[in-house]
Every structure is written in C-alpha cells, then in structure tokens.
Nanobody, 119 residues
Framework: QVQLVESGGGLVQAGRSLKLSCTAS????????VGWFRQAPGKEREFVGS???????YYADSVKGRFTISRDNAKNTVYLQMNSLKPEDTAVYYC?????????????WGQGTQVTVSS
C-alpha cells in the first residue's frame, strides 16, 4: 500500500518562501514521475508542476520561475520550493504519482498540506 505524506505548509507573508515535502512509504518513488497539484477554496484542483524520473521538470505558467521541484530518491522524497509567494498561491497542496505525460495525475494522492499567503 502506497502512502504519500506532504509537509511544510503554513502561513506566510507575500513575497516569502516555503518548501513542501512529499515523502512516500510502501513503494519507492524512484523511477516514477511525481507531481504537485493544488486546490484553492471554491476552485478545482489544478496542476502545479511535475518531475520526471529522469529529473526533467514541468510547471504551470502561473508558477513558472517562482516554484522549483526537486527529488531525493535516497529519501524517497519530492520537494516543492516556492519563492515569491502571492496571495493567489493560497491553497491545499497535494502530491501525486505516478504522473502520466507531464501533468495527468495517477491514483495515489497525499492528504494535502495547507499553504496560506497573506498580503
């Protein structure tokens, strides 16, 4: 049974940074594409970015240049570094795997971590 656990969310002022982690248990993330998604209140869940098993990354236009995804296979963890945060980044952030293509989610989701950006 695969379990994904996100951590690192919180309340931060606009312009500051946060780093989210997604750690897997029950199966290795190595060799799989992993993605980050977010869902703001009253909105549908949307793609944020993904990292391929060979470390190429893809990002939504709304976060490109501000967010960076990385992975540490030894720790079975994928990270989402978020810089220059904006109030519109406020959402629950989820990791997902295995990603198909660049952004199609797979069956495994974490429980989510809340990110709140104040103006």
């Amino acid at each position: 049974q695969v379990q994904l656990v996100e951590s690192g969310g919180g309340l931060v002022q606009a312009g500051r940074s946060l780093k989210l982690s997604c750690t897997a248990s029950g199966r290795t993330l190595s060799g799989y594409n992993v993605g980050w998604f977010r869902q703001a209140p009253g909105k549908e869940r949307e793609f944020v970015g993904s990292i391929m098993w060979y470390t190429t990354t893809y990002y939504a236009d709304s976060v490109k240049g501000r967010f960076t995804i990385s992975r540490d296979n030894a720790k079975n963890t994928v990270y989402l570094q978020m810089n220059s945060l904006k109030p519109e980044d406020t959402a629950v952030y989820y990791c997902n795997y295995p990603i198909s293509g660049r952004s199609s989610p797979g069956p495994y989701w974490g429980q989510g971590t809340q990110v709140t950006v104040s103006s």
